[in-house]
């Protein structure tokens, strides 16, 4: 089976800390993804990357960065955190056959800042 | 920007009855698309995809896709309480997959 495991369940931190979200894949992905979830918008992309030291924007990349030093690894990166950044965040991961890119999640991280 | 628009219910239908979800995406370019269900606290989960155009059955769940009008559905037949959960199109944009915000479906017994 693939896993995708997320670091933490739940999250609390405070204004202005630099916080670090980690997601592991033992599936040799190529493509790991990491979303954030908010009631009435769904899932939003905040960052993907489909290779070692690859990445790519999403639609709401602001006040997030991202690192993937090993294919199996992608971190996420609040730099400052703020309580607009209160959240359900999502990762997963998926091979590159473009005809069956089933993305795997991790099981989540509730991250709130107080 | 790529976009893929559902109706955020909720849909209601009586347990047996036949549920049906709609998705329509901007990406004309798109090549692969799914549905996913997500149970209230946990993550995503993959139901179908596809990526002809046509019909797609797997037991009580059949996907359909339209590529000339951008859109794709998913058909739920014989209804089950147990099917209550929000309903996921998702679609590749380029390497992302990209989300709509989901369709809740609340199948009454």
């Known amino acids: 089976d693939v896993k995708v495991t997320q670091s933490s369940r739940y999250l609390v931190k405070r204004t202005g800390e630099k916080v670090f979200l980690e997601c592991v894949q033992d599936?040799?992905?190529?493509?790991m993804f990491w979303y954030r979830q908010d009631p009435g918008l769904g899932l939003r992309l905040i960052y993907f990357s489909y290779d070692v030291k690859m990445k790519e924007k999403g639609d709401i990349p602001e006040g997030y960065s991202v690192s993937r030093e090993k294919k199996e690894r992608f971190s996420l990166i609040l730099e400052s955190a703020s309580t607009n950044q209160t959240s359900m965040y999502l990762c997963a991961s998926s091979t590159t056959d473009r005809k069956n890119t089933e993305a795997f999640f991790g099981q989540g991280t509730r991250l709130t800042v107080v | 920007q790529k976009e893929v628009e559902q109706n955020s219910g909720p849909l209601s239908v009586p347990e047996g009855a036949i549920a049906s979800l709609n998705c329509t995406y901007s990406d004309r370019g798109s090549q692969s698309f799914f549905w996913y269900r997500q149970y209230s606290g946990k993550s995503p989960e993959l139901i179908m995809f596809i990526y002809s155009n046509g019909d797609k059955e797997d037991g009580r769940f059949t996907a359909q896709l339209n590529k000339a009008s951008q859109y794709v559905s998913l058909l739920i037949r014989d209804s089950q309480p147990s099917d209550s959960a929000t309903y996921l199109c998702?679609?590749?944009?380029?390497?992302?997959?990209?989300f709509g915000k989901g369709t809740t479906l609340s199948v009454s017994s």
């Open positions: 599936m040799d992905h190529e493509n």
């Open positions: 998702a679609v590749i944009g380029g390497t992302a997959l990209i």
